[in-house]
């Protein structure tokens, strides 16, 4: 089983900054895509970022610009520096593959709450 941890959600003040961290039981990212996604209360789950195994980067226009996706494999982690946080940017955050791919998790992480708010 390969289990997926987030860490390093908080309370930010708008115009604030936070770095998410994915990490994995296993060595597993360097071949295998992944996505971060973001659930808001009373709102359906929302895929905001994915990086390739290859390195390659999408974004949803609503954070273009303010997050960057970016994965180390040797330490089996998948990062999401936000920065410019906005208070819509508040939801629990999730990291796991994205459409498309290849899935190799069994299930969701507990995800890391991140609220913007002053």
């Known amino acids: 089983q390969v289990q997926l941890v987030e860490s390093g959600g908080g309370l930010v003040q708008p115009g604030g900054s936070l770095r998410l961290s994915c990490a994995a039981s296993r060595t597993i990212f360097s071949i295998t895509a992944m996505g971060w996604y973001r659930q808001a209360p009373d709102k359906q789950r929302e895929l905001v970022a994915t990086i390739t195994s290859g390195g390659s980067t999408n974004y949803a226009d609503s954070v273009k610009g303010r997050f960057t996706i970016s994965r180390d494999g040797a330490k089996n982690t998948v990062y999401l520096q936000m920065n410019s946080l906005k208070p819509e940017d508040t939801a629990v955050y999730y990291c796991?593959?994205?459409?498309?791919?290849?899935?190799?998790?069994?299930?969701w992480g507990q995800g890391t709450q991140v609220t913007v708010s002053s």
């Open positions: 796991n593959a994205p459409p498309g791919f290849r899935n190799p998790f069994t299930s």
